[in-house]
């Protein structure tokens, strides 16, 4: 065979293999409209201002009082209970701007969600296991996941 056959064989065969690639890559897309990636701030830092401005000023007041790491975390899981109330708020009006058509597959994107949220908590917190802050760790991990994932839902239309 020639090389320039050969050449533009080859060529025809990679081209070929990025079309069944892109394509798969495009058909995983359209599966999964409301695809979405977990994310924390790393410990290290530095922290998301977008992120910081969603905390409630009960939130401020209760971390300005804790004394111990159990008083801490439990500032953590009363504003979870206060952020998943904004997240609930956020979804009812994402399923009111988005057309009905839209709603089975984020219903399925946000029940992933959920069903992923608890273990990645878990396994951030995990690397601190036995230590005191574990429980802070796993608890605002939640918090910044619920924030995150409500600005998510805010920004779908």
Known sequence: MPYAAFKTGLSLLLASMLCVVLGSAAAAQASAPFAYKMYVT???GPEDP???????????ACQGKAQITRESAQCFEDEFDRQDARLNQAWKAALVRLPKSAHPALLAAQRRWIAKREPFCK??????????????????CRVELTIRR??????LH
Do not use: C, K, M, Q
């Open 42 to 44: 790393p410990e290290a």
């Open 50 to 60: 977008v992120v910081e401005r969603r905390y409630t000023p009960e939130f401020a």
């Open 123 to 140: 396994t951030e917190s995990d690397g601190y296991a036995g230590g005191t802050i574990a429980p802070v760790v796993y608890s605002s």
């Open 150 to 155: 409500t600005i998510w839902l805010e920004g």
